[in-house]
């Protein structure tokens, strides 16, 4: 480490600092965010460079600004009876154009007071527990490999677990809650080596090459955010260059990326594309294997995006995509004379998934009001399959003398368990959106979405000695929603949001009506008050609806068809402050009440689904369970401004329980009390535009509860036996990690080069991952997360 940062300050001092810095373009558009009409004659300005640099948006509301500066700039927009509007970290290199839309809000009197807010969101109906995502902020973010998973582990009320998972826990919420919307539309879980029934994986599909203006949100959502109690994702692409064609080839440990962009008719449409494959499947072909001696795993990834507007840019038709590949191997520990069950088995672990779609977006006459209509195909598979190679395989002979080595390619292998989940989907979503007039806005629409489904789970019983279903069935159903949303200027300082959501499965004929309401009251126009509630509901994993358990007859049955939606009540008290031109500290208080959750019909039992990480429900349930989570987020952020420093300083205090169907009181596995992460970033800019990038991240949490086991019981059975009337009482362990990061960035005439390295666990602190029964030791076995971890990258804009 010590000598790649003296080899990155001697490059910075080897280019001439007095050469001359390049510049670039700056171009965009300026739009009314509640009609999506364009704003004729706005002025766009770069407000720190000196003379200032600006210009003003033409009949389409397109505006450009040429010979900008390569580095990091703050944009802002103005225009007569609107808010002002301003885009912080606005990164250009000199290698691509860059491309900013702004959304401005009109005001109904010039006496609004409105507070400013240099982070707001996208969607102009969120106004409580929401964050924009900024792909600027994942590239500097230490270890977060421009990854948006885990560049959200570092807001708050988000806690981090796992280091190799990117469960996306919200607020002691189960990772399940979670929705993924890409363009409008709900899509699988877009990770590779996903977790069935659950929204995290390894790492995602999604390039953040390709991500435009999107949302984070962490609760209290508005109407039109449907099935989710959690969070919600909610994604869109960005067009690529209309210009120019322009290039990257980016190099490192988790993969090789080829990308291109460019226009299909100058000036007007565009395409864009990313293509990446995982350089560990390279290195396990020649023999290295980095993620651990017995596992080989591999991915790949494809997104795009073709956008093709009418020559007045009242009509734009928009084709996506975004796919994967991935599978990882496990092969059985060489040193037999360690073997355990868990030792000894093989496993194959493999989720495909991709997405189609289009958009179709057309601006009505009266210059009030717009529609868009998107459709779209997805599918996924996840394939898991597990063999134990038997103890008493072959043993080898060596002078004579027989030895336990045992020979693991020719031993036998007893397939213990096979689960196979495909789910494919046609999902469409149409709305409208309407301004009124200057004060009242409104968006209504609906969304549909067909589901073909295939489901089997075997597992191996000791007793008959061969596979029994667990869980199976095939077939379809449709998940009908809508929605209705306003947002109303009410006073010159109140914001109303308000609206209402509905959905209707016809799996089993389960519905579910949402009232949502938000309320903003700015003290000024550097502080306000917001308060938010929503009722919220998600469908079960379709997987949990046709577990299959024998009767008293003998017979197998599904009892978990007529489950019903998982319900919320989500309400949420904030206060935000502007500290000055560039810090802002936010502080959010909420309740959080959880109700028709499925729990175990034994009324003995602590089981609740939502404990579960992932996976399908292997036992007949009960939608009685119930649960609640409070606390307080606070975060404290510098945007990134001249002097080339930004942080985020988030912590959380909470509190997550739920009642089981003994009638008792239990912690969630999520319930760590706590969790805090701190991130910052510092550029060092030469006179020529290169750059030195340092970064840290610190992250800790309370740790992931777990039931203890029982000695005795788990040495008679072989195997893990959990306590009775101990659930979740104990923690695994805290969770702490420290990341860094160092990058070089070198500006040349229509190319860029960036150089870095992201170190995640920097100080090798080897955190707990969970407690299992080692058969080979006879006891419980406490196993390790992953120690510390460089990821090496190059890359090259041209």
Known sequence: MKKLF????????????????????????????????????????????????????????????????????????????????EKPNIFVNSAKETFIEFELMELYTEEVVIVYEKDKPNNSFNLSSVRPLSTEQNKLAAAAVNDPQRLVMGFPGVQASQDNNSDIIIRGNSPTGMLWRLEGVEIPNPNHFARKGSSGGGITMLSAQLLGNSDFSTGAFPAEYGNAFSGAFDLRFRKGSTEEREYRFKFGLLGTDLAAEGPIKKGQSSYLVNYRYSTLGILNDMGFRLVGKRIDNNFQDLSFNIHLPSEDRNKTLTIFGVGGLSEEL?????????????????????????????????LLKGGKSSLKAVVAVAGQRVID????????????????????????????????????????????????????????????????????????????????????TVLGGQGGSTLLQGYTQFNIQAAERLIINGGVHGMFLTLNNTYSVEPRLALQYSLSENQALTLAYGLHSRVL?????????????????????????????????????????????????????????????????????????????????????????????????????????????????????????????????????????????????????????????VVTTGGLRYTPGDSELSKAAGEYVELPGAAFTEKIGSYFRIDARVAYRIEKAKTSYRFSIDVQNATNHKNNKDVIWDEGFNDFVTRLQSGLIPVFSFQIDF
């Open 6 to 85: 003296t080899l990155l300050i001697s490059l910075g001092l080897f280019f001439p600092l007095m050469a001359q810095k390049e510049t670039q373009i700056i171009k965009g558009k300026v739009i009314d965010q509640a009609s999506q009409q364009p704003v004729i004659g706005a002025k766009v300005i770069i407000a720190d460079v000196t003379p200032v640099m600006g210009a003003f948006s033409d009949e389409k509301g397109e505006y450009k600004i040429a010979n900008v500066p390569v580095g990091h700039h703050t944009l802002v927009c103005t225009f007569a009876s609107y808010q002002r509007s």
């Open 541 to 697: 994993p379709m997987g949990s609806y046709f577990t299959k358990v024998v009767d008293n007859t003998g017979q197998f049955t599904q009892p978990n068809m007529d489950l019903e939606m998982v319900k919320s009540h989500h309400t949420v008290l904030g206060y935000k402050v502007n500290l000055g031109k560039s810090l802002k500290l936010n502080v959010e208080g909420y309740y959080q009440y959880l109700f028709d959750v499925p729990v175990s019909i034994d009324k003995t039992s602590s089981y609740w689904i939502l404990n579960e990480r992932d996976g399908y429900a292997t036992q007949a349930l009960v939608s009685e369970g119930t649960g609640r989570n409070y606390g307080i987020d606070v975060s404290l952020e510098k945007f990134f401004a001249q002097d080339g420093l930004f942080f985020l300083l988030a912590g959380s205090l909470f509190d997550s329980k739920y009642t089981g169907p003994d009638g008792k009181v239990y912690n969630t596995r999520y319930n760590s009390h706590y969790s805090f992460s701190g991130m910052a970033g510092k550029e060092f800019t030469f006179e020529n535009g290169n750059a030195l990038e340092l970064g840290t991240r």
């Open 330 to 362: 496990w092969d059985a520990v060489e040193d037999s004379l360690s073997w355990s069950p868990n030792y000894r088995t093989k496993r194959y672990f493999t989720t495909n998934m991709g997405v189609i779609g289009a958009t179709y977006n057309q």
């Open 385 to 468: 399959d597990d063999d134990l190679l038997d103890i008493t395989g072959i043993e080898l002979e060596s002078d004579g003398v027989t030895n336990k080595e045992f020979d693991i390619d020719n031993a036998n292998a007893t397939l213990i368990e096979v689960e196979d989940y495909q789910n494919s989907r046609i999902s469409t979503h149409i709305s409208y959106n309407n301004k009124l007039n200057s004060r009242v806005s409104m968006k209504t629409g609906v969304l549909a979405s067909y589901i073909r489904f295939k489901f089997n789970q075997e597992q191996f019983s000791e007793v008959t000695e061969q596979l029994e």
